[in-house]
């Protein structure tokens, strides 16, 4: 009896060592770099990241902004790009080929439950991708804004970038009114300017487009 419990206890020692020497590794090898969950629906879709395929699943990934392309027979490939800044361990990154073709139509119909999951995942990626707008430009909150001297709307590119389009309303009714309508055009985009300032936008760090056309 005693040797039995003697051998239990070893094999309990040692099981506890081997466990804290794969801790001990695993840290040692993910020391620096940050966890981040991916899934793709259909789950049976090919993932890559920057340039390499990789599985679904929890990965340690180097800090900064990488590119996830995933893609699916019948299905148009997607796009992403994340910044681990943006991320944190508890969230999940969810890839959605596009079904743009018949076949892929089809494959759906047959898989209602797959479907449901891309409706649900597609919800929740967008509560979360408009979350971290709101907190990264809280200006869109009050965007479109306009008034009789301008109006400025806003767009996000596929980099996650905001860019701005600033449509100004000077008055001209003849020739005789040109000087005056070119001083109401530089005096609405300083308005619509300061709009941005006092919303902590600075202009000369973003796209703008101004309609009309200020340069020409």
């Known amino acids: 009896m005693n040797r039995q419990v003697k051998i239990l206890a070893v094999l309990v020692v040692g099981v506890v060592l081997l466990g804290l020497v794969w801790v001990s590794t695993n840290g040692l090898r993910h020391r620096g770099m940050v966890k981040i969950t991916i899934k793709a629906i259909p789950d049976d879709s090919t993932i890559n990241m920057d ?21 699916r027979q019948y299905f148009d490939s997607i796009t992403k790009h994340i910044d681990t800044k943006d ?34 995942y597609a919800g929740l990626e ?54 005056k309508y070119l001083s109401q055009l530089q005096q609405y985009k300083a308005e619509a300017l300061r709009f941005l300032k006092n919303n902590r936008i600075n202009p000369a760090a973003y796209k703008i487009t101004y309609t009309p056309d200020i340069n020409s």
């Open 51 to 71: 340039g390499k395929n990789i599985k679904a699943g929890s990965i340690y990934v180097r800090p900064g902004s990488h590119l996830l392309v995933v893609s």
């Open 87 to 120: 991320t944190s361990p508890s969230d999940t990154i969810y890839l959605l080929p596009v079904p743009n073709s018949d076949a892929a139509k089809a494959w759906l119909n047959n898989h209602p439950e797959v479907q449901q999951q891309r409706e649900a």
């Open 126 to 179: 967008s509560q979360k991708i408009q979350g971290q707008l709101l907190k990264k430009y809280p200006v869109i909150r009050q965007l479109p804004v306009y008034n009789s001297h301008y109006r400025i709307d806003y767009s996000i590119d596929p980099g996650g970038t905001i860019n701005f389009s600033i449509t100004l309303y000077p008055i001209i009714n003849g020739p005789g009114q040109y000087n």
